[in-house]
């Protein structure tokens, strides 16, 4: 369901470093999940994105992993910089056809320390 | 290329004030249109959301109300703002849900 959490948890990385952000999804019926980043007083910003009957993707710098036994999604930053500090938010695809749309995660601050 | 305005950027207005936020959306047709609230150090709170025009579908009740009066533009409005308002809006759009979403810039509103 809709997610409006507490405040929200940080991860400090030290730059260079990989970094790992997990999230736990709610539904298992889910198909399709994705990952934004959203710096300060902006929108969030599609990253990467992988369907159910993947269980690893790839961009640049950044992998997806998607565990559908436990509903658990992770994203790994590879020599995370300081352009990488910003809040992650995962998110599924929950409803079917037209009246499907995304529930997102609470969210979690990256700090990358130089 | 796909693009989405949402403006304004920032906004403060009184308690009890009307409020009106329009979102467009260029370059594709027929998209779902969505509008979400982000609370200050929060996640994201699906208000309403539309597949097409005049089709709103609300997620929570609330001091709020959106329209689509036309397929690429979505509107966010109050009759009488209250404090508990306040907060970060954001409009996006999607094509299916086989696509991610594609967020606005956002308006910060205050309600003072």
């Known amino acids: 369901g809709e997610s409006v959490g507490l405040h929200l948890p940080t991860l400090s990385v030290q730059e260079g470093d990989n970094s790992i952000i997990n999230c736990a999804y709610s539904?298992?019926?889910?198909?399709?999940f994705i990952w934004y980043k959203q710096e300060s007083g902006k929108g969030p910003q599609f990253i990467i994105d992988?369907?159910?009957?993947?269980d690893k993707r790839q961009g640049q710098r950044v992998t997806v992993l998607l565990n559908k036994t436990v509903k658990h999604l992770s994203l790994q930053i590879a020599a995370t910089q300081p352009g990488d500090s910003a809040v992650y938010f995962c998110?599924?695809?929950?409803?079917?056809?037209?009246?499907?749309?995304?529930?997102f995660g609470k969210g979690i601050t990256l700090s990358v320390r130089p | 290329s796909q693009t989405i305005h949402q403006w304004p950027a920032t906004l403060v207005q009184p308690v009890g004030s009307p409020l009106s936020l329009e979102c467009t959306v260029e370059?594709?047709?027929?998209?779902?249109l969505y509008w979400y609230r982000q609370a200050a150090g929060r996640g994201l709170q699906l208000l309403f959301y539309?597949?097409?025009?005049?089709?709103i579908s609300s997620e929570v009740p609330q001091n709020l109300s959106a329209s689509r009066p036309q397929d690429r533009q979505f509107i966010l409005s109050s009759k009488k703002l209250l404090l508990s308002d306040s907060g970060f809006y954001l409009c996006?759009?999607?094509?299916?849900?086989?696509?991610?979403?594609?967020f606005g810039s956002g308006t910060r509103l205050t309600v003072v």
């Open positions: 996006a759009w999607s094509l299916t849900r086989t696509y991610g979403y594609t």
């Open positions: 539309s597949i097409g025009i005049g089709q």
């Open positions: 370059g594709t047709s027929n998209p779902n």
């Open positions: 998110a599924e695809n929950l409803g079917t056809g037209a009246n499907s749309k995304l529930t």
């Open positions: 539904n298992s019926a889910s198909d399709y």
């Open positions: 992988i369907r159910s009957n993947m």
